[in-house]
């Protein structure tokens, strides 16, 4: 063998070895990225002004969801083709060894712009997200502290400060009659007992009729209520109980199904995405090949 063949044996494995110009990726990850983040934010500050929290201002929730949906699939589709388009420029295609090569590595090179955008935009989501939960425990820690001193001070047991339907039915048993003061020495009221009972009755959605009478003896006695009064008290919180958890649990059914809907049309942006990005890596590189100089609305860039 020659010892120019020689000394080009290696180089040239050493290109094929090389043939994803990863510069060239990152470069255009994070010119994706950037677009992304510019085009969201004012989309956001758009929506956010177009809407309202009072009622019947500003754009529905179900229009204002539509246009953020379409938005977003816009700006991947804009910024990835943009980010695409920069690596399939910037990459040096020289080490392809045919067109087809060079076409696919092309293609190749906008898909890897797209993966490492897609990364990138995650590790983003995910500390944001990380520092509202932290910033939430934190605020949640401080309140439950703050609760637990001022209840201490005051001779309160309780550790902590709820607001569930249980246990504003459970409030509600107990508070005193109109006409009637309850003993001052009386021992405290079975909390915890009548709670436990109202969790099971809501469970099954019906109050027995024996637990039924055990309350109201029990609210009776605390509250100097008539018998008869004692057990219309016990069945309008039960009711009330009842249909502020039914409706927690169609609010929390609302955002199952918003979270389900927002999953499906991230994923179809993100795919979107994955096309302009391999498109716009396809004509960078023939802009690249052509010496075709960048424009935009007519305009050259560079």
Not at 35 to 45: D, M, R
Request: aromatic letters at 6%.
């Amino acid at each position: 063998m020659p010892p120019t063949q020689a000394l080009a044996a290696p180089s040239l494995a050493a290109q094929a070895l090389r043939r994803v110009d990863w510069p060239a990726v990152i470069a255009g990850a994070v010119a994706a990225a950037a677009i992304s983040f510019v085009l969201l934010t004012f989309g956001a500050a758009v929506g956010l002004s177009a809407t309202s929290a009072w009622p019947d201002r500003g754009m529905s929730v179900t229009m204002a969801a539509i246009l953020m949906g379409v938005w977003v699939a816009l700006v991947q589709a804009g910024s990835f083709a943009a980010g695409g388009y920069v690596a399939g420029r910037l990459r040096g295609g020289a080490v392809d060894p045919s067109h087809v090569e060079r076409e696919f590595g092309d293609g190749a090179h906008g898909f890897l712009v797209w993966g490492v955008g897609v990364l990138i935009g995650a590790i983003l989501a995910g500390g944001v997200i990380s520092g509202a939960t932290k910033a939430a425990i934190e605020s949640s820690t401080t309140i439950a502290a703050g609760a637990v001193g001022g209840m201490a001070s005051g001779g309160v047991q309780r550790a902590e400060i709820t607001a569930t339907p249980v246990d504003y039915a459970t409030d509600y048993l107990f508070r005193p009659g109109p006409d009637a003061q309850p003993p001052a020495a009386a021992a405290p009221a079975p909390r915890p007992e009548v709670a436990r009972i109202l969790i099971a009755a809501i469970r099954v959605g019906n109050l027995p009729a024996r637990e039924r009478t055990w309350l109201s003896q029990i609210v009776s006695q605390r509250t100097g209520l008539s018998q008869a009064d004692a057990e219309r008290r016990v069945d309008e919180a039960f009711a009330e109980a009842k249909a502020a958890e039914a409706k927690v649990r169609e609010a929390a059914d609302r955002a199952r199904k918003a979270a389900a809907l927002a999953g499906f049309l991230t994923a179809a942006a993100l795919a979107v995405g994955c096309v302009a990005a391999t498109v716009g890596a396809a004509a960078g590189a023939r802009h690249r090949e052509a010496g075709t100089a960048s424009r935009l609305f007519g305009k050259r860039l560079w």
